[in-house]
């Protein structure tokens, strides 16, 4: 059985902050870990890897939404600045604009 990590051990892994794990717990975008005897969050490597996905999609913010049509007022800018409908092959020089 692999160890189990503590929640400073998974913020420090996964460079997302205590404060934010135990909200992502509370709102149910993480789920409710095990707990020790002594009442401990015990975070496993599936844990890690969730955070890690949580992280790398909120760094897309924005503009993962406007590309799907809910971006708010920069995601209506956005999408108007694209003049031409997106098709695969646009996707790559989408993808590296930042």
């Known amino acids: 059985m692999e160890c189990p990590l503590t929640i ?12 934010a794990i135990r909200y992502y717990e509370q709102v149910g975008v993480l789920p409710a870990p095990a707990r020790s005897a002594a ?14 996905f949580i992280r ?9 939404a406007a590309h799907q049509g809910a971006g708010g ?7 108007q600045r694209r003049a ?11 993808a590296t604009a930042g």
């Not at 009442?39 to 890690?52: A, S």
């Not at 007022?73 to 999408?79: E, H, I, Q, T, Y």
């Open 8 to 19: 400073g051990a998974l913020a420090r892994a996964t460079g997302v902050a205590s404060k």
């Open 73 to 79: 007022r920069a995601g209506a800018r956005a999408v």
């Open 56 to 64: 790398r999609a909120r760094a897309l913010g924005p503009a993962a």
């Open 39 to 52: 009442g401990y969050r015990q975070y496993t490597r599936h844990d890690v890897h969730r955070l890690l």
């Open 84 to 94: 031409a409908p997106l098709t695969c092959a646009g996707v790559p020089a989408l």
